[in-house]
Nanobody
Framework: VQWVESGGGLVQAGSSLTLSCVDSGNTIAFNAMAWYRQAPGKYRELVAGITWRSDKTKYADSVKGRFTISKNNDKNTMYLQMNNLRPEDTAVYYC????????????????WGQGTQVTVSS
């Protein structure tokens, strides 16, 4: 299982970015994928998740209305469209599999890719 995140960068507040996550492994064996982020000195948090078959989504309250998660099943690729970025969105963003019924990674192997850095200046 291997995910490759890309699309991060340094932008000003109010800008937009689109992150991509390509799965070169067997993530489709799981029922959902999600974007997480970790800011310096903070715990990693769930940003947005989506189920592979039903496209059910979940968003953190802090990003609702600004971020949109989507996927292309044929390409095993997931996206995160981020609009109206704020300095507090600054973090390393990761993608990973999770259980779409609980939105939890409990019991999952603790593997994470390198992530992609998003930095938002004020």
């Amino acid at each position: 299982v291997q995910w490759v995140e890309s699309g991060g960068g340094l932008v000003q507040a109010g800008s937009s970015l689109t992150l991509s996550c390509v799965d070169s492994g067997n993530t489709i064996a799981f029922n959902a994928m999600a974007w997480y982020r970790q800011a310096p000195g903070k715990y990693r948090e769930l940003v947005a998740g989506i189920t592979w078959r039903s496209d059910k989504t979940k968003y953190a309250d802090s990003v609702k209305g600004r971020f949109t998660i989507s996927k292309n099943n044929d390409k095993n690729t997931m996206y995160l469209q981020m609009n109206n970025l704020r300095p507090e969105d600054t973090a390393v963003y990761y993608c990973n599999a999770l259980d779409g019924s609980t939105w939890s990674r409990e019991g999952f192997y603790d593997y994470w890719g390198q992530g992609t850095q998003v930095t938002v200046s004020s």
